[in-house]
């Protein structure tokens, strides 16, 4: 069954670098595959193995950036309510897997460390971390043999020691990446420092337009973080350019709306222009316009009878005077399938009985009620007589006090007797 236990590793420094703010930087391989031995607390000692596919897990991988490194081992795992107590430095967010290697930058920023680095006080680095530890025991594919299998590596940070007890394939160079790793087995492995004259530069791979290029460390970060850089630029002028280009669309979506009203109106002045030079057809216009007055004021003159004297006719139309003519003469509105000819004709038709009924009553008048010749009383209704809409209005009012008053009756009646009837010609 796996457990989840701690585990320190160890590399030897051998230089310094200082960069313009007077930090130090390094390189370093903080991890490697293979067996390594640890001390149990009861002073025992085992042999554990990391495979490859641990190794180069990016899971694990991304645990080894931006890492805090601290001088000595701290007594706790840092945390962020702690971090700050024991920091004096980073490693770096480029991290790569290499020939069995996990590479990494180290950055130190504290002046004290920086000086006993380089007085060479502490010589090494020990990286902490957690692992899932499972007790298989096996042989590598070296036929290395182990009790247990290092699994689900994570880094807390990377210690700088006086010495730790790794070998020469764990140490941390300013230059170059001879190793990286932690416990070796006795002092018998170490190596003397490679002179930094004759190493060979940490490299990188950045991808560029898709092709993978390898260059110095340095010089990849500073490619990749140009290509950043102008990545957001890019990105920038686009967003404008898309915006530049709405605008555009709509500024040309409005010209052609004013390229199409000017149009518009210059068809109709031109039209306006042919009118005014053509003065027969102002004749023609003015003669149309007193057709339409003079079919307006008919109309109004045979509906005054059905309206009140103070009724307003302004605005109206003809085919809504005559509905509302049929209401007042016949006490109901027509049905709303009714044809305007049906409504017009029951209304004329009501009006034409009502005014023939008017005539009726004024010849069967008694003779002795009727005004001498010369009197005054025959004279204002003689003059009565020449305006029309009061004749009508005033037969409206006599008309249909009998009995006999329903409109719609007297209408029916007056057309089927109408045979009867002399001509006005000859009555």
């Known amino acids: 069954m796996d457990s989840s236990v701690l585990r320190y590793d160890f590399a030897p420094i051998t230089g310094s670098e200082s960069t313009p703010e007077g930090y130090l930087r390094v390189w370093c391989r903080a991890a490697r595959t293979g067996t390594q031995l640890y001390r149990r607390a009861d002073g025992s000692q085992t042999r554990e193995y990391r495979p490859p596919e641990e190794v180069s897990n990016p899971e694990s991988l991304s645990t080894f950036g931006m890492k805090p490194a601290t001088w000595g081992h701290p007594p706790v795992l840092l945390d962020s309510a702690n971090t700050k107590q024991f920091q004096v430095g980073y490693s770096g967010s480029q991290v790569r897997y290499n020939d069995g290697f996990v590479e990494v930058a180290l950055v130190v920023t504290d002046q004290d460390a920086i000086e006993k680095i380089k007085r060479k006080d502490a010589t090494e680095v020990s990286a902490g971390y957690k692992v899932d530890f499972d007790p298989t025991p096996g042989f590598t594919p070296e036929g290395e043999e182990y009790a247990g299998i290092q699994r689900n590596i994570r880094v807390n940070h990377i210690a700088i020691v006086p010495r730790g ?66 990545g957001r630029q890019l990105q920038a002028l686009t967003t404008e350019r898309d915006e530049l280009a709405t605008k555009l669309d709509s500024l040309q979506a409005d010209f052609d709306n004013l390229a199409y009203e000017k149009e518009a109106a210059e068809g109709r002045a031109d039209a306006l222009e042919e009118q005014l030079a053509d003065p027969s057809d102002a004749r ?36 809504t005077l005559y509905v509302q003519a049929f209401k007042n003469l016949t006490g109901s509105a027509p049905r709303e399938d009714a044809e305007p000819a049906y409504i017009q004709g029951v209304v004329e038709g009501v009006l034409a009985a009502r005014a023939d009924a008017e005539d009726e009553e004024g010849e069967d008048a008694p003779e002795g009620d009727s005004p001498e010749d010369g009197d005054d009383t025959h004279e204002d209704a003689a003059d009565d007589r020449t305006d029309s809409t009061v004749a009508l209005r005033d037969a409206l009012k006599g008309a249909g006090r009998s009995a006999s008053a329903d409109p719609i009756s007297a209408y029916r009646s007056k057309t089927a007797d109408a045979w009867k009837r002399p001509l006005t010609a000859t009555k």
Do not use: C, N, W
Request: hydrophobic share 45%; glycine share 4%.
């Open 165 to 230: 007890r790794a070998g020469p394939e764990v140490r941390l160079l300013l230059d170059r990446m001879d190793a990286a790793d932690a416990v070796a087995e006795s002092s018998e492995h170490e190596m003397a420092p490679q002179s930094s004259s004759t190493a060979s530069p940490v490299m990188a791979t950045v991808k560029l337009d898709g092709l993978e290029i390898d260059l110095p460390a340095e010089a990849a970060g500073a490619v990749q973080s140009y290509s950043r850089d102008m």
């Open 284 to 319: 023609i216009d003015t003669a149309e316009l007193d057709q339409l007055v003079a079919a307006r004021l008919a109309t109004l003159q045979r509906l005054a009878p059905a309206f009140a004297e103070d009724f307003k006719f302004d605005g109206i139309d003809d085919s």
